[in-house]
């Protein structure tokens, strides 16, 4: 009885040494960061890592948690179909809670057919700001009818076959079509300057440290990434010919190769400890931007010179008798026409879409966002031989590593 007692004792005692380590440690970390958990303000965080440039934003926010009074003239978009529901609700929370939920931008959904009542109920319920609904005109969806049916019909079944993703499937070749040259062209986003795409089934793992259409409107930036890869080469076996095609023909328009990011397409060196995971057969290297997260600037894509370039590449019929993606067209377009300063790496946005993430590798970006990922887990591509980033940080638009400013936060 006696020794069953002091058993006990023996264990509360340590289990409340060990409770006051815990408090210690707590409060210590409620020190260091909760001026900034708490976010009466915006701290000055680096816009980017992605660049040797000082230059921070002045975030000083109103004391009341809601920014709406400051937003930018830009809606979230997303096509979806009514049968993602689910994913499409798990999207938005995920994106409410870590940026809009003090913002509340609008929301704007595409469908190629009408939603469905239940659809737009539930995801009018979960935004916080407007929600829009829009149907593509059948002519900015379908298959152009200049596409020789049988041709088509032959390559399906081929690259079925061959066991190319998504080789066999119509749908995806109207869906990779329009998000390369239409979306931008309806007639709901007409009044907006940015968009920020978002696809059912992603998540956000970070607190967003700044509204991102306001960071791409002061820095004049025009598209913006979180994950760079590299393409499966199967998918587009001639697109880079009709990128050659285009350069040649529109060489007296476009800015010069050594102005824009041409390097980060055809650069295939060794950067870093690799050299590209995969062979390309052409001078493109196959790497692009991760479409289903970007920020982009809708005036770009409106341009004469963006539509030119997907007109030119549209017309090969590329969409359908191979299986170009919009990744790809988007970041061969920007890549082509932009500046490298025009585009933007988001470093700080936690992001995860199957099968891939992106965490922010350092531990005081993601204490001081409340990040909900490890940097070094497996699907995190940020730094892997898979990943393009490198490249973009050797031949875009540099790097920028955290310097002390930050322990200020
Ligand atoms: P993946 O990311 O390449 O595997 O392709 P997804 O299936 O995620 O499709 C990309 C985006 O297009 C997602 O936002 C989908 O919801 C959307 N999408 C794909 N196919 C269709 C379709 O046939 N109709 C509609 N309305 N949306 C589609
Ligand atoms: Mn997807």
């Known amino acids: 009885m006696i020794y069953i007692f002091g058993k006990e004792l023996f264990l509360i005692r340590k289990y409340q040494k060990i409770d006051s380590t815990y408090t210690a440690l707590s409060q210590r970390v409620k020190e260091q960061y909760d001026t900034s958990r708490r976010r009466n303000y915006f701290p000055k965080v680096k816009l980017s890592r992605n660049s040797y440039d000082d230059y921070t934003l002045n975030y000083t926010r109103q004391n009341d948690s809601d920014s709406f009074h400051l937003r930018e003239n830009a809606t979230i978009l997303m096509l979806v ?96 079509r329009f998000n390369s040259g239409f979306f931008f062209r309806q007639s709901i986003l007409d009044n907006y300057d940015y968009y920020f795409r978002v696809e059912p089934n992603v998540k956000y793992y970070c607190d967003f440290p700044y509204d991102p259409f306001r960071v791409m409107r002061l820095k004049g930036k025009k598209y913006g990434f979180v994950i760079s890869l590299y393409e499966y080469e199967e998918t587009i076996p001639t697109l880079w010919d009709a990128v050659e095609e285009y350069l040649v023909a529109s060489e007296e328009t476009i800015l010069r190769k050594e102005d824009s990011a041409y390097a980060f397409l055809t650069d295939s060196g060794l950067v870093g400890k690799h050299y590209p995971v995969v062979e390309a057969n052409s001078d493109y290297n196959l790497c692009h931007f991760w479409s289903n997260f970007e920020i982009g600037d809708l005036n770009f894509f409106r341009s004469d010179e963006y539509k030119h370039f997907f007109e030119t590449l549209d017309a090969k019929g590329g969409f359908y008798y191979e299986r170009w993606g919009d990744a790809p067209v988007h970041s061969i377009g920007v890549s082509l026409l932009l500046r490298p300063d025009e585009i933007i ?55 920028y590593f955290l310097k002390e400013e930050q322990d200020e936060i």
Not at 110 to 124: M, R
Not at 363 to 371: K, S, T
């Open 345 to 399: 790496h988001f470093d700080e946005l936690g992001y995860f879409h199957s099968p891939f993430g992106t965490c922010p590798a350092s531990y005081a970006v993601r204490l001081d966002q409340r990040c909900r990922c490890k940097s070094d887990d497996e699907s995190v591509i940020d730094i892997t031989p898979h990943s393009c980033l490198m490249r973009w940080w050797k031949n875009g638009s540099g790097k």
């Open 81 to 176: 179909r009514n049968s993602e529901l689910e994913g499409a609700l798990d999207s938005m929370r995920s994106l409410e809670d870590r940026f809009n939920n003090k913002y509340h931008y609008d929301w704007t959904f595409l469908n190629d057919v009408p939603f469905d009542q239940d659809f737009i109920e539930a995801t009018t319920s979960m935004a916080s700001g407007k929600t829009q609904y829009a149907l593509i005109p059948p002519e900015d969806w379908n298959r152009p009818q200049w596409i020789n049916d049988t041709l088509f019909e032959e390559r399906l079944r081929v690259m079925e076959d061959e066991g190319v993703l998504y080789g066999g499937s119509k749908s995806y070749r109207n869906m990779c």
